[in-house]
């Protein structure tokens, strides 16, 4: 089996041109899984640990542009913890201390699992994910990218290069449940952001569905119940039938870890529970 390991982002893209099968390794952290199961054979690898181009973060103007390579455990890191941190809750629930240590966004957003800790709170960030390929860069839109339970509209040749998302401008939640406390993949999971300048909320389920799931019609009547004087709703019964609402529009199954009408209750509660600690 063929290893290349480019030092710089621009070897990479040329390796990828050259062979488009190349199997692309970030983390390793769900990559690894599959090998190690006998699902995935790879016949080259293109590992991505030491394209220090891909790791870190900035601020440009109201954005924050994360390198794909950007661990957890950096998304833990102040500044950037107050700046976005819902991604923050949203990593500290990644496995234990060696996962979060060496998977990255990138490799969460490749992935494109439906339990995806990060991909609901990028979602309710209408986050957009820049792409690189030898022949040029572009930008798309999340909720273009995933296309499907571990599907992207990823072309050949190409590779995430980063996340595009806002600054915090008001509170953000992140919530999930699992079959335990700890090292758990998600069996449901909510993200809640409010931005209390452009008087707005939104809100996206992972886990329940092939993608993260979201409402506009829900985002804009919950926006509608808040005093926004204050950053409060006007009563107790918003945040429960908002999490009502979500739960109607969530898209379970039913597998090994729950069932569908759990996955639906589950979502009931973690909708309700965001808005009880963003808007109340």
């Not at 390794?25 to 599959?34: Q, R, S």
């Not at 050949?156 to 758990?184: H, W």
């Not at 993608?211 to 009547?221: N, Y």
Request: a positive charge; aromatic letters at 4%.
């Amino acid at each position: 089996m063929t290893v290349l390991i480019p030092r710089r982002l621009d070897e990479a893209l040329a390796a990828l041109a050259d062979d488009p099968s190349l199997t692309v390794l970030a983390g390793g952290t769900d990559l690894m899984v599959e090998i190690n199961a006998g699902r995935r054979r790879p016949t080259g690898v293109l590992s991505l640990r030491r394209l220090d181009e891909l790791r870190g973060w900035r601020q440009e103007g109201p954005d924050l542009v994360i390198g794909a390579g950007t661990t957890y455990a950096t998304l833990l890191t102040p500044p950037l913890v107050e700046l976005a941190p819902a991604l923050a809750q949203a990593a500290r629930t990644v496995g234990g201390p060696q996962i979060r240590n060496t998977g990255t966004i990138g490799g969460n957003l490749g992935t494109a699992s439906p339990a995806g800790d990060t991909l609901p709170v990028l979602a309710a960030l209408d986050a957009r994910v820049e792409l690189a390929s030898a022949s040029g860069r572009r930008t798309m839109a999340l909720d273009h990218f995933l296309a499907g339970p571990k599907q992207t509209t990823l072309a050949a040749g190409e590779l995430v290069t980063g996340v595009r998302i806002p600054v915090a401008t008001g509170p953000q939640e992140f919530l999930k449940i699992g079959v335990r406390n700890a090292m758990v993949i998600a069996v449901a999971s909510c993200a809640l952001v409010v931005c209390r300048t452009r008087h707005r909320v939104a809100c996206a389920l992972g886990s329940v569905g092939p993608t993260p799931v979201r409402d506009r019609r829900a985002e804009g009547w919950l926006a509608g119940e808040v005093d926004w004087s204050s950053g409060r709703v006007r009563s107790q019964s918003v945040a429960e039938r908002f999490g009502q609402w979500m739960a109607r529009e969530a898209q379970p199954i039913d597998d090994h870890r729950a069932t569908a009408a759990y996955r639906r209750e589950a979502t009931r509660v973690l909708a309700r529970r965001a808005v009880e600690r963003t808007l109340m």
